[in-house]
């Protein structure tokens, strides 16, 4: 079993950063991926960015490359979600899952275990 927190969201102007963290309990934190993924008012759950167990590999959904980033510290079994260059289209509930095969994938379907989800909202 595998327990996530998320944490970071809050309200943002346009052009503002924040950074989620999505702290982990109950297995090796290195064994597994990492993904976040969002879910807007009205809208599917949609996945935003994903990391390998080893952080070698990172992905990242379109219109979020180039601003967010993805990264791991395994030392404090946390997952991190820096956000840049905010937009209001980036709004949503923000939640971080994790992948015991490790590869990071962009499939919600293959995700075993999720957080309880963090808002993030930003203003126009």
């Known amino acids: 079993q595998v327990q996530l927190a998320e944490s970071g969201g809050g309200l943002v102007q346009t052009g503002g950063s924040l950074r989620l963290s999505c702290t982990t309990s109950g297995r090796t934190f290195s064994d597994y991926g990492m993904g976040w993924f969002r879910q807007a008012p009205g809208k599917e759950r949609e996945f935003v960015a994903s990391?390998?167990?080893?952080?070698?590999?990172?992905f990242y959904e379109y219109s979020v490359k180039g601003r967010f980033t993805i990264s791991r510290d395994n030392a404090k079994s946390t997952a991190y979600l820096q956000m840049n260059n905010l937009k209001p289209e980036d709004t949503a509930v923000y939640y971080c899952?994790?992948?015991?095969?490790?590869?990071?994938?962009?499939?919600?379907?293959?995700?075993?275990?999720w957080g309880q989800g963090t808002q993030v909202t930003v203003s126009s």
């Open positions: 899952a994790a992948d015991l095969y490790g590869v990071g994938s962009q499939r919600s379907g293959d995700y075993d275990y």
């Open positions: 990391i390998t167990w080893s952080g070698g590999t990172t």
